[in-house]
């Protein structure tokens, strides 16, 4: 059987146990079982677990845990601590400031836990690295020189230095650079047009801005 050192998944939009196990077999590559309980879906994660010789469990976006009731917020909490207990392997727990607080709820999981906050990027030798191994793999014709001063710094004032926000917004500015035929990413593609719907939390961000000057 094919090892696996990591599995990973993403929180549900609600805390339910069963999309939970659903999300970590799928991600062991393993077909899904139908109609099956939650026990088996448990115990069949465990057994994988095993089997493929997995070493960490990665949960993204844990903070929506907070959108379930205190039951099945508790459900959860016990299921994540089953898994810890009984894989003995370490968790990595990932999502917004609220996700330390969705753990702290569960006592034994906050003397766990050691929470690790991500700074933002800064106009710095690290964030033109950055900027220079997304535009490595771009699949545009031309250079787009992400780290020239004007195109950096606008990027950063454009996603206040948030790496989802910098992915999302390099990812808009190329597709949008290909279905235009300029295969490139220049200062003149960073405009406000390209904040679309697609980049929510900057396009509020930005609105939420503009209400505060005016």
């Not at 465990?46 to 459900?75: C, H, K, S």
């Not at 710095?124 to 787009?144: V, W």
Request: hydrophobic share 40%.
């Amino acid at each position: 059987m094919t090892r696996s050192p990591v599995a990973a998944t993403q929180m549900p939009p609600i805390p339910s146990e069963r999309e939970f196990y659903e999300g970590l077999i799928v991600s062991l590559g393993s077909i899904m079982p139908y109609g099956v309980p939650v026990n088996h879906l448990r115990h069949r994660f465990r057994v994988l677990a095993r089997q493929m010789d997995v070493r960490m469990l990665i949960i993204d976006e844990i903070n929506t845990m907070l959108a379930g009731t205190f039951r099945e917020q508790r459900v959860f909490l016990n299921s994540i601590r089953l898994l810890a207990n009984d894989l003995k392997l370490p968790l990595v727990c990932v999502g917004t400031q609220e996700a330390k607080q969705a753990l702290m709820t569960d006592q034994q999981l906050a003397d766990r836990f050691a929470a690790s906050e991500l700074p933002p990027w800064r106009d710095d030798l690290a964030l033109g690295q950055l900027l220079a191994s997304f535009e490595s793999i771009l699949p545009l014709r031309h250079p787009s020189n992400l780290r020239g001063t004007d195109v950096r710094r606008r990027i950063l004032a454009l996603t206040d230095g948030i790496t989802v926000r910098i992915c999302r917004l390099i990812e808009t500015a190329a597709i949008q650079a290909i279905e235009t035929g300029k295969e490139r990413i220049d200062l003149d593609s960073l405009s406000d047009h390209v904040v679309t719907e697609t980049l929510v939390s900057i396009s509020e961000r930005r609105s939420r801005r503009q209400v505060g000057v005016t």
